[in-house]
């Protein structure tokens, strides 16, 4: 898919925060991303690779963090909060 497509698709679907991560990219705000492994950015399968795929053409790295990561840092937060 091309950007515009991945874009048009985007937004027919009103998905206004991932077309915001793409044009923070596109602006140079957007270094690196987090995703949970197992998850990925959307849940229709082929739209996320392409999302993806568009996303490390801008220069984004895309790091992947095991479940347990996330767990970790709420119990972090919740440490420092008491």
């Excluded at 998850?39 to 790295?61: C, I, M, R, T």
Aim: net charge negative; proline share 0%.
């Amino acid at each position: 898919m091309t950007r515009d497509e991945i874009m048009a698709v985007l937004k027919e679907k009103r998905m206004t925060e991932v077309i915001e991560l793409i044009e923070d990219a596109e602006a140079g705000e957007l270094e690196e991303l987090e995703l949970a492994e197992g998850l990925g950015l959307l849940l229709d399968e082929q739209l996320n690779d392409a999302v993806l795929s568009l996303l490390q053409e801008l220069g984004v790295e895309i790091i992947y963090v095991k479940d347990e990561d996330f767990d970790g840092e709420e119990d972090e937060e919740e440490d420092d909060q008491a």
